[in-house]
């Protein structure tokens, strides 16, 4: 059954090649270095802004499900981001963790000013596992796709978090335990539970 759900995970959300990162490789001692000539040289900051917007906008995205939204959202973001660069400690936080961390608070924010749930539109999200000749994460049909998002729109706001985490931005459960404040042992168990509460609205959903 997980290997069931993984797959369809992948399949709906890591389709929409046109929102890919435009970085390689992005390690966090460069980007600490990077931050650091950032606090005495705000051209630096440019730098971090083109290393991470691409992830940033995206994360935002899956998180509020509208572009333009995402967009503004993203702004807020790197302004944000560029206003307390000097709070920036690399010692204990890599650069992208601190970043999520500040795209995790405005979109809450955006949240509980608009008093809505996170929501993807289905007419926007492109399908990888649609056209792919890969049985693993081929979606049998357009249904089984609609329901999947729709359960992963009912969980709660920080198991959506996880799931974009984990599924969009591919990261792993120690990076994902910085970015949420949490134990990487924590975020492991909390996925394995919202892997079994996506089951679980899935069978509700019929």
Known sequence: MEHFERSEIDAILNGNESMSSNVDAVTPEEDQSIARRAKEDQTAFGELYERHVTA???YLYYRCGSV?????????VFMRALKHIHHY???????TAWLYRIAHNV???????NSRHPSVPLD????HGAHSDDSDLKIDSQRQRERLLYAIRTLPEERQQL??????EQLQNAE?????NRSEGAIKSLYHRTLIQLREALDKLG
């Open 56 to 58: 940033i906008y995206r």
């Open 176 to 180: 994902i335990g910085q970015i949420m």
């Open 124 to 127: 926007e999200v492109e399908l």
């Open 107 to 113: 979109v809450a924010n955006y949240h509980r000013d």
């Open 163 to 168: 799931v974009v985490l984990k599924f969009v």
């Open 68 to 76: 333009e939204d995402a967009e503004d959202l993203t702004a807020r």
């Open 89 to 95: 400690d690399d010692r204990g936080v890599p650069f």
